[in-house]
């Protein structure tokens, strides 16, 4: 609806300050020349939003102006409300802000948000913690945190994947929890941007140099952009292991349970009692791993290497030590 998105476009501009219509069309999904058409509404119902050509230029509302709300839509209400873990928040130290944060809009609520508010928390709960994960909760984090806060450069130990520890000089861009692992976005002096697995830091110093964050810098962008090149860069250097097997019934229970999204069921026995599917495993090791612990309720069907690597190791078991 027009009036949404006039607010949104309100909220947009209030929030980020001077944006380009290109900008502006591409949030709100509506072409550049929607965006004249709403800014034109706007200035004839009265709110000071102005536009200034050139490179430096854009759209932007009156410093002095203040968007007022009445009011919110059931769904942002719920979207507000919903009932969570505070998760990676607690590791900041910011959990009892956001929930100090939402008992004052919970009491700014008209009586009808508030019932819904209440009602949303009790049908909706997220959870960001994985099954049986480590949490990693590194004594670090305070002092990154400050350093992300104040752009400051910081000196530290980092042990990369099956290498020793080398001293690095980073500029601390931000902090991302993925789940319950905690990332730092940083780069070296005039390098490239990278992702450091927090737990891998030793030895942190914060230096007394500054560094100048990049104005077009985008985290949620970058972010996004980052795991999609770490997943593909995976898928190529380190695809899954692709394995056909037929499962006892008694035995099905583990392909959900342990392996879900990473299994297709192929058919099902006309008996009932086993169903054939394929498996996606990290490595050959990680197959036979597996279908070992499984025991008697899987069978091999393919790879002919997978069958050969179960047989070979079960002999080793079982066979008496000699010599």
Known sequence: ??????????????AKGRMTAAVLAKHLEVSERTIYRDLDALSAAGVP????????????????????????????????????????????????????????????????????????RQRLHIDPKNWFQITEISPLLPQLQRAVW???????????????????????????????LWYLVARKSGGEMRNYRVSRFQNLALSEKRFERA?????????????????????????????????????????????????????????????????????????RMRVLGLGTGVQVVEPDELRQAVQELARSIVDPVTG
Request: proline share 4%.
């Open 1 to 14: 609806m027009r009036a949404d998105r006039l607010i949104s476009l309100l909220l947009n501009l209030h």
């Open 49 to 120: 939003v102005y536009t200034q050509p050139g490179q430096n230029g854009g759209i932007f509302l009156d410093e002095g102006y203040r968007v007022a709300l009445t009011g919110l839509s059931l769904a942002e209400v719920r979207a507000l409300f919903v009932s969570s873990e505070a998760g990676p928040l607690n590791d900041l130290g910011l959990s009892k802000a956001v929930e100090g944060t939402l008992l004052k809009m919970m009491a700014a609520l008209p009586q009808p948000q508030r019932r819904e508010a209440e009602r949303v």
């Open 150 to 180: 104040d752009d400051h450069v910081i000196e530290v130990d980092y042990q990369p994947i099956g290498g020793r520890y080398g001293r690095r000089e980073l500029e601390a861009y931000a902090l991302v929890a993925k789940a319950n």
């Open 215 to 287: 104005e077009s810098f985008d985290l949620a962008a970058y972010w996004e952009a980052a795991c999609a090149r770490y997943e593909a860069a995976a898928n190529i250097f380190n695809p899954p292991y692709l394995a056909i097997l037929r499962v006892h019934r008694d035995a099905l229970w583990y392909f959900p349970a342990y392996m879900n999204g990473r299994h297709e069921i192929l058919v099902d026995d006309e008996t009932g009692s086993s169903t054939t599917l394929r498996a996606a495993f990290d490595s050959l090791f990680d197959a």
